[in-house]
Structure formats: C-alpha cells, structure tokens
C-alpha cells in the first residue's frame, strides 16, 4: 500500500530553490503511483484597488498574471515530466493563500502538503501570523516543512511524543499517528526511528509553598513515570532501547538539541488545535521548535481534526 498517493507542493515564488518540490520527487519516486501537484498562489492588491481600470481591465491583468505564473510552474514540472512524473500546476488568485491551499485540499482530496520554509523573526511571529504558522494550526492533513538537503539512508527520524498516561486518549491516539508514520516513511526511505520525550521540571510553587514537598523524590519519580511510557511506546512499535531520548526541560529545547545530537533528518510531532492543550502545544512547541531545527519537520493533526477552514 502506497503511503503517499496524492501530494500537494506549495511552491513559494520569492525563492529560487524549490526544496519543497525536490523532497516530493524524492517521495514520488519511492512511492511509484504517486502524483504531484504544484500549487502557487498570487495576489497584488494594486490590481484589485485601481480606480483608473474598468472591471474587465482589472480581469485582463489577473489573467495576465495568472498565466505568466501557470507558465513558470509548467517550466518547474518540465524537467520532471519529461522523466515520467506526474505533475500538475494549480495558481489561484487569493489574498490568503493558506486558506485558498486548505480549500485546495478539501476539494481534491490531498494526503499530504509539502512547503519549504525559513526563518521567521520573533517579532514578525508576534506580530503577524505566516502562512507556516496558519498552516500549522488548520491544515486537515500531515504539513512537511523542509529546510534540509536530501533525506539519506540510514538516516534518523526523530518523533516527538508526550508521555502522559496511555488512558489519556486523546495524547494516546496522537503518539501512536506519529509513531506509525515514522515506522511507514522509514519503511520508505530506509531509515532509523528515534523516540524524544521532555520531563518537566518540578513546579516551583509547589516547592515554595509546601515546606514537606521534595523535589527530588518527585523528580524521580516523574522521571520513572515518563521512562515506563516511553519504553512501552519503543518496545510497541519496535525501537531500540538506544533509541529512546528522555530529557528533563521545555519540549522545544529538549527536541531541538536531541534532533542536534542525532543529526535527524526529519522530527515528527503533534498539533492539535487553537484552545486549552492545543494552544499550549502549539505555542511552546511546534512553532517554537520550528525555527530551532535544521532537518524538515512533519506536523500531524489528530485523527477526527476538522479544519476551521471551509469550503466557500
């Protein structure tokens, strides 16, 4: 069974390197039926604002714009077209183009979207919210972010999971995503699988309001809790006991160092959503650790993830 049938390359036009494209034709060529879809979105506000052009003026230019940018994207493809691969182009006029990428998906049905990224400041995280960022939080399917050379290997997939109790479902259900399409992609790309998991830090308040409270005891403690859960996840699904991280601080730091220490081609993690967990795993981590990492990461929603994003 294929693991990628269907996917959809976000082709950024300020970039003259297109890594996105490349990693899909790597996975394309893995995954012999799968097709490939490249999708850029334009928009200029000048044409839609001028009061010197007519409606149908204003049309013409779109059009113009349009197809030179259907014409650019065809020239992508080429190369690989001529190889045999499946390629189609999609450019759409849309002032979001996050959201006009999800309608994309909703429609034609995508089971996988591959964009590459770059640095983002930390004022402009605060301030605006990019497109990566939008992407993180309401696309309905698995968004790999690229940042890195060709996926070698023997190379190492780094998942990042959290060892809260297995009763808890919803966290459950999610670890397991992540560790089932780590063992499938490195299937694909013959690669090794590697567990990460943060142990917090004892609460201070609770160290400074209760005089009898001892950290150390409840830092073990914490620790053996985390180690069983992580163990039984590795042995599950098959990792070698040298494989599993287990790190006292901030998930952020603890997945970006151990993705460092291990010279991981790609992390796999969670995003779950906008309110209560979800905010929390997406501001402290999934944003957080994205601009820390120099391997390409694989963001997955949680299995019943409806995207806030529809159909117009």
Same mark, same amino acid.
């Not at 003259?16 to 034709?25: D, F, G, H, S, V």
């Not at 979001?96 to 995508?110: K, N, V």
């Not at 063992?183 to 699988?193: L, P």
């Not at 790609?266 to 990492?293: F, N, R, W």
């Given at each position: 069974?294929?693991?990628?049938?269907?996917?959809?390359?976000?082709?950024?036009?300020?970039? =003259?390197?297109?890594?996105?494209?490349?990693?899909?034709? @790597?996975?394309?060529?893995?995954?012999?039926?799968?097709?490939?879809?490249?999708?850029? $979105? $334009?928009?200029?506000? #000048?044409?839609?604002?001028?009061?010197?052009? *007519?409606?149908? =003026?204003?049309?013409?230019?779109?059009?113009?714009?349009?197809?030179?940018?259907? =014409?650019?994207?065809?020239?992508?493809?080429? +190369?690989?077209?001529?190889? !045999?691969?499946?390629?189609?182009c999609q450019v759409q006029w849309h002032n979001r183009p996050f959201q006009a990428a999800i309608q994309l998906i909703l429609q034609e049905g995508y089971d996988l979207l591959i964009k590459s990224t770059h640095p983002h400041s930390r004022l402009s995280a605060i301030l605006f919210t990019p497109t990566d960022w939008n992407l993180l939080r309401k696309c309905p399917i698995p968004l790999l972010l690229v940042k890195s050379d060709s996926w070698p290997e023997e190379g190492n997939i780094l998942c990042a999971i959290d060892c809260k109790s /297995? @009763?808890?479902?919803?966290?459950?259900?999610?670890?397991? *995503?992540?560790? #089932? &399409?780590?063992?499938?992609?490195?299937?694909?790309?013959?690669?090794?699988?590697?567990?990460?998991?943060? $142990? +917090? /830090? +004892?609460?201070?308040?609770?160290?400074?309001?209760?005089?009898?409270? %001892?950290?150390?005891?409840? @830092?073990? !403690?914490?620790?053996?809790?985390?180690?069983?859960?992580?163990?039984?996840?590795?042995? &599950?699904?098959?990792?070698? +006991?040298?494989?599993?991280?287990?790190?006292? !601080?901030?998930?952020?730091?603890?997945? /970006?160092?151990?993705?460092? %220490?291990?010279?991981?081609?790609?992390?796999?993690?969670?995003?779950?959503?906008? /309110?209560?967990?979800?905010?929390?795993?997406?501001? *402290? #981590?999934?944003?957080?650790?994205?601009?820390?990492? %120099? $391997?390409?990461?694989?963001?997955?929603?949680?299995?019943?993830?409806?995207?806030?994003?529809?159909?117009?």
């Amino acid at each position: 069974m294929l693991k990628y049938r269907n996917i959809l390359v976000y082709i950024d036009p300020t970039q =003259e390197q297109q890594p996105a494209l490349q990693r899909a034709i @790597e996975i394309a060529e893995k995954e012999q039926k799968a097709k490939i879809t490249l999708f850029l $979105c $334009c928009y200029d506000l #000048t044409y839609e604002m001028t009061s010197l052009s *007519s409606m149908e =003026e204003r049309h013409a230019m779109r059009s113009i714009v349009l197809r030179e940018n259907q =014409e650019w994207l065809d020239s992508l493809a080429a +190369p690989h077209r001529e190889k !045999g691969q499946k390629i189609n182009c999609q450019v759409q006029w849309h002032n979001r183009p996050f959201q006009a990428a999800i309608q994309l998906i909703l429609q034609e049905g995508y089971d996988l979207l591959i964009k590459s990224t770059h640095p983002h400041s930390r004022l402009s995280a605060i301030l605006f919210t990019p497109t990566d960022w939008n992407l993180l939080r309401k696309c309905p399917i698995p968004l790999l972010l690229v940042k890195s050379d060709s996926w070698p290997e023997e190379g190492n997939i780094l998942c990042a999971i959290d060892c809260k109790s /297995s @009763e808890d479902s919803e966290h459950h259900q999610l670890n397991s *995503s992540i560790l #089932t &399409e780590a063992i499938d992609i490195a299937a694909m790309i013959k690669s090794n699988v590697h567990i990460v998991n943060a $142990c +917090p /830090s +004892p609460p201070m308040n609770i160290m400074m309001e209760l005089p009898e409270f %001892d950290p150390i005891d409840y @830092e073990d !403690g914490l620790k053996k809790f985390h180690q069983k859960i992580l163990n039984d996840y590795a042995s &599950e699904y098959h990792v070698a +006991p040298e494989n599993t991280h287990l790190h006292q !601080g901030l998930p952020e730091d603890v997945i /970006s160092q151990v993705a460092e %220490d291990i010279k991981t081609e790609l992390v796999i993690l969670g995003t779950v959503g906008h /309110s209560g967990l979800g905010a929390a795993l997406l501001g *402290s #981590t999934a944003e957080q650790v994205i601009d820390k990492l %120099d $391997c390409d990461l694989l963001a997955l929603k949680p299995k019943g993830f409806v995207s806030p994003i529809k159909l117009d």
